[in-house]
């Protein structure tokens, strides 16, 4: 008797154990991976400026900075009550402020005549900096529509090396509507938002150090980038 009882015991443990499992395991489904590049950019950028117009000046794009809630893979959306979340099941390609960090030396590549333009890993081959500060880059929801607009907000300073001179500060603030409410629509207006913001900076960028580093007054190629992330 005790046999069959040891037996029955043994058999209601596994029952359970397998029972239990089964509750603990999770059914989502993973997240959808979106990526965020500049092909925008790319494909609405000018003809390539000729090699005798070009800039004589390596720049550097710092890691952004960005504002709390932003810094993450979520992508984020802000209701009427101003009330800041992320959207279920949907991720960028990275870390936010990586993303940007990537997605500005992109955009630089064919907008701009520079001669190098490269992220926080040859800063101190640099001999300007550029720190990108994100303040918004959420798709905001408003009572009046159903589909959201995404807003994108950049605040930018340009730096010299040696001095920390501080030679530009720049803004660029860029809203798209999503066609409808639906997260491919709204990723395509993220897009579209960063992409129009980022050439704002990019152009400013550009214009500022032609008049500092242009072929008149060309920048000390010995001049080492101090650190600009404080």
């Known amino acids: 008797m005790n046999r069959w009882r040891t037996l029955a015991s043994l058999l209601l443990s596994a029952l359970a154990a397998a029972c239990t499992g089964s509750l603990f395991q999770s059914k989502t489904a993973p997240p959808t991976i979106y990526l965020l590049g500049a092909a925008g950019a790319r494909a609405s950028a000018a003809p390539a400026a000729s090699p005798a117009a070009a800039i004589p000046a390596d720049l550097a794009v710092l890691k952004p900075r960005m504002r709390p809630g932003l810094e993450?893979?979520?992508?984020?959306?802000?209701?009427?009550?101003?009330?800041?979340?992320?959207?279920?099941?949907?991720?960028?390609?990275?870390?936010?402020?990586?993303?940007?960090?990537?997605?500005?030396?992109?955009?630089?590549?064919?907008r701009a005549a520079l001669r190098t333009v490269s992220g926080d890993a040859s800063v101190f081959a640099s001999a300007y900096w550029l720190e990108i500060e994100v303040t918004d880059f959420q798709a905001e929801y408003t009572a009046a529509a159903s589909a959201p607009t995404v807003r994108v907000h950049f605040m930018a300073r340009l730096g010299s090396s040696g001095d920390r001179h501080i030679l530009g500060q720049f803004e660029a603030d860029s809203r798209e509507p999503?066609?409808?409410?639906?997260?491919?629509?709204?990723?395509?207006a993220y897009a579209r938002a960063t992409d129009a913001a980022m050439g704002e900076i990019v152009a400013d960028v550009g214009a500022t150090l032609a008049k500092t580093a242009g072929p008149d007054n060309p920048q000390k190629p010995d001049s080492p980038v101090a650190s600009a992330n404080r």
């Open 72 to 110: 993450t893979d979520r992508i984020a959306v802000l209701y009427p009550d101003r009330h800041l979340d992320y959207f279920a099941a949907a991720r960028w390609n990275g870390a936010l402020g990586e993303v940007l960090q990537d997605v500005a030396v992109q955009a630089f590549h064919p």
């Open 178 to 188: 999503a066609a409808e409410n639906r997260l491919t629509a709204i990723v395509d």
